[in-house]
């Protein structure tokens, strides 16, 4: 089993620019979450999809944050426009619902807003 | 224990003593706990977890133990290892089967 594969490993990138992540799950696996790792904040919940369906983003933090599942096997986090707060690591985990929600996570996303 | 804040607690032990993280939850409704490894540049790995009908459970090497009175749970590492270098998170499940992280503790283990 390959596990949660995220990419890219790390992104830098300018202030006002679109930033994409992209994870896959582990086949399978019908949740997938993403989760945000700060210093200040610890790991925050960004947004998580059961069957492909957006359940709760209510830890998405700005409109500017936007995360898609189009099918059960790929979904992606995006950030337009970029902003310096947003640095941090991302992270995408998957469940297979029912599974006392024992989550898999990737290795994460580094990004850097400069 | 863990607490929040810009620095995350850190425990020292010598390798082959036991270490024991503690953590303190925040709802009392929460029916599942896990606790999570978190190695530099990786992502949390799954190390053990326990549902609240139980107060405390074993893996290898870990032993987990819950006390629902206080909201307390603590994760014990028997003869800690090099390997064991981490920070460790516990996590509540408190419904909608979502899960929430506690801060980290930093394991370091001196050898």
């Known amino acids: 089993d390959a596990g949660v594969i995220q990419s890219p490993r790390h992104e830098v990138t300018e202030m006002g620019q679109e930033v994409t992540l992209r994870c896959k799950p582990i086949s399978g696996h019908n949740s997938l979450f993403w989760y945000r790792q700060t210093m200040m904040r610890g790991l925050e919940l960004l947004i998580y999809?059961?069957?492909?369906?957006?359940?709760?983003d209510s830890g998405m933090p700005e409109d500017r944050f936007s995360a898609k599942m189009p099918n059960a096997s790929f979904s992606t986090l995006k950030i337009q426009p970029s902003e310096p707060r947003d640095s941090a690591v991302y992270f995408c985990?998957?469940?297979?619902?029912?599974?006392?929600?024992?989550?898999?996570f990737g290795s994460g996303t580094q990004l850097s807003v400069l | 224990g863990e607490s929040v804040g810009l620095h995350l607690p850190t425990l020292s032990v010598q390798e082959g003593d036991n270490s024991i993280i503690n953590c303190a939850y925040s709802n009392s409704a929460s029916d599942y706990f896990i606790w999570y490894k978190q190695e530099s540049g990786k992502g949390p790995q799954f190390i053990i977890d326990?549902?609240?009908?139980?107060d405390k459970r074993q893996g290898q090497r870990v032993t987990v133990l819950l006390n629902k009175t206080v909201k307390h749970l603590s994760l014990q590492i028997a003869a800690t290892q090099p390997g064991d270098s981490a920070v460790y998170f516990c996590?509540?499940?408190?419904?909608?089967?979502?899960?929430?992280f506690g801060t980290g503790t930093q394991l370091k283990v001196e050898l």
């Open positions: 985990a998957s469940s297979l619902q029912g599974n006392n929600e024992k989550l898999f």
């Open positions: 999809f059961n069957n492909n369906v957006p359940i709760d």
């Open positions: 996590a509540e499940n408190m419904g909608e089967d979502k899960l929430t």
């Open positions: 326990i549902r609240s009908n139980m």
